[in-house]
């Protein structure tokens, strides 16, 4: 029993971390969740394995796979990974981390279970590495793309603005436009969406009041994407 205690306690602090990394990141999936998952996880595989022992003595010989449930769990976890992945309006995609920390706190589980702590401890130690420091490392020392943020400006502008005159200043400060949407609105003016990057040490409002300085807008939105 107290070997079962162990490795529930395990698989506990395995999803705590885990639970607490997405938590400070206010990402649907957080601390209750991953502790739910990781200790399910676990506790499946111990009835699994404790199952087949227990039928193997009664019969005399192996009628099921130790691991049969444990299987189940890794391809049930993503239905739970499907369901925080979410296409926003903008269309951009999001969850996509926290389906994978879904099923990494699945895995941990599973590992505390079948009695491999030592290597359970090792996976969530990389798997935090990789969630936390690898992007700050690749940010520094990577291609220049990696340091880019994706800016949402929602511009309206009067009838009789050249709007290729207004993209070209927008070029001028330093931001790439990567996609445009033009529309006309009832009262004459236009309203033009622009999906664009710029680097990331760059403040939001800097880049608002240099908008505001550029003839013919009228109004300005900005929302940041990540």
Do not use: H
């Not at 130690?125 to 793309?145: C, D, Q, T, Y």
């Not at 009041?209 to 109004?219: Q, R």
């Amino acid at each position: 029993m107290s070997i079962i205690f162990v490795k529930l306690g395990f698989s506990a602090i395995f999803g705590l971390i885990i639970g607490i990394e997405r938590e400070l990141k206010n990402k649907p999936v957080g601390l209750k969740t991953s502790l739910v998952i990781s200790i399910s996880s676990c506790l499946l595989t111990i009835v699994s394995i404790e199952s087949a022992e227990n039928y193997s003595q009664l019969t005399g010989q192996t009628v099921m796979d130790p691991m049969r449930l444990a299987a189940q769990i890794v391809s049930g976890i993503g239905f739970l990974g499907a369901g925080v992945i979410l296409r926003r309006n903008n269309d951009v995609i999001s969850g996509l981390t926290t389906a994978a920390m879904i099923w990494g706190a699945s895995g941990l589980g599973i590992a505390a279970g079948a009695g491999f702590f030592k290597e359970a401890a090792i996976g969530a130690f990389f798997i935090m590495i990789s969630v936390e420091l690898v992007p700050l490392i690749m940010k520094w020392i990577g291609p220049r793309a990696l340091r880019q943020i994706e800016i949402k400006l929602k511009l309206i502008v009067d009838s009789d603005t050249n709007m290729s005159e207004v993209m070209r200043q927008i070029n001028e400060l330093k931001v790439k436009i990567v996609n445009v949407r033009i529309k006309d609105l009832e009262n004459d003016n236009r309203k033009m969406e622009l999906a664009t990057k710029i680097y990331e040490r760059r403040y939001t409002t800097d880049l608002y009041d240099d908008l505001k300085k550029i003839n013919g807008i009228k109004s300005i939105e900005i929302e940041t994407l990540n």
